[in-house]
């Protein structure tokens, strides 16, 4: 059985961080790209960031470039997204997703959120003074 677990979320200031955390289990982990995505109050859901299987490559949204940075741990089965310089806008429910098998490595592809077979619980940021 799948299960993506998200951790980490929380509060922060303006121009701070926060380091999330999904653990996955139920699946092999290396084998299959993941990503963030994100719902903001009121919004719909946005991917944010992807990596390939062996994490030699990641993408990202433009608003976030520059500021976010995935990772992941195949030993561990875990993925990560550091995220410094935060900004208000971030304040969002942020899930960890798993690719559907067959996906190619491509900026398009992995932004297209029906690319993604499971989902985690989400884990909130809130980013505000």
């Known amino acids: 059985q799948v299960q993506l677990v998200e951790s980490g979320g929380g509060l922060a200031q303006p121009g701070g961080s926060l380091r999330l955390s999904c653990a996955a289990s139920?699946?092999?982990?290396?084998?299959?790209?993941m990503s963030w995505a994100r719902r903001a109050p009121g919004k719909g859901l946005e991917w944010v960031s992807g990596?390939?299987?062996?994490?030699?490559?990641?993408y990202y949204t433009d608003s976030v470039k520059g500021r976010f940075t995935i990772s992941r741990n195949n030993a561990r089965n875990t993925l990560y997204l550091q995220m410094n310089s935060l900004k208000p806008e971030d304040t969002a429910l942020y899930y960890c997703?798993?690719?559907?098998?067959?996906?190619?490595?491509?900026?398009?592809?992995?932004?297209?959120?029906?690319?993604?077979?499971?989902w985690g619980p989400g884990a909130q940021v809130t980013v505000s003074s």
């Open positions: 997703a798993k690719r559907g098998p067959g996906g190619r490595d491509s900026y398009s592809s992995f932004s297209r959120i029906d690319e993604y077979d499971y």
């Open positions: 139920g699946f092999r982990f290396s084998y299959y790209g």
């Open positions: 990596i390939n299987r062996d994490g030699t490559v990641t």
